[in-house]
């Protein structure tokens, strides 16, 4: 599978230099942590994997600001950035935070939230940023699609910025 040799190869990368991450997810319910710790020494650079599917486990496990899921929706930008800084900090020696949050489908869409949106948080100690996408597709798809997309930033992103 192309995807974990890519995995395989942000491993070696991020061991060399000593960097850790931590992950939270929502809509992926633990996917990516699953494929990273599929990978023969993951343990040297996955710090922890937290699994926050529902909004109250986003304010118990990560902090997530309750007043945001209610003006913002638990599936926003705001949301995600909370998510990948929070899962950042909350860990304390990880150098890199994500956070997923979206709509897999096929039902919980609204007209400004369709199925297949996702905003993905990525948080570092000097800036955090989102990735709006949308993958109208079927969950399994959608969650590997995600996963696609959080292997490009861990790859593409300059840890000279970190």
Known sequence: MEIL????KIIKKFSERNLWIAIAESCTGGYISHMITNISGASKVFERGVICYGNQAKIDLLSVDPQDIEIYGAVSEQVAIQMAR???????????????TGIAGPTGDTPEKPVGLVFVGFSTKKETFVKKYIFNTDRLTFKKKVLEEVVKLLENYDIGKI
């Open 5 to 8: 040799s890519r995995i395989e």
């Open 86 to 100: 929070n899962v950042r900090t909350i860990s304390k020696a990880c150098e890199i935070g994500i956070g997923t």
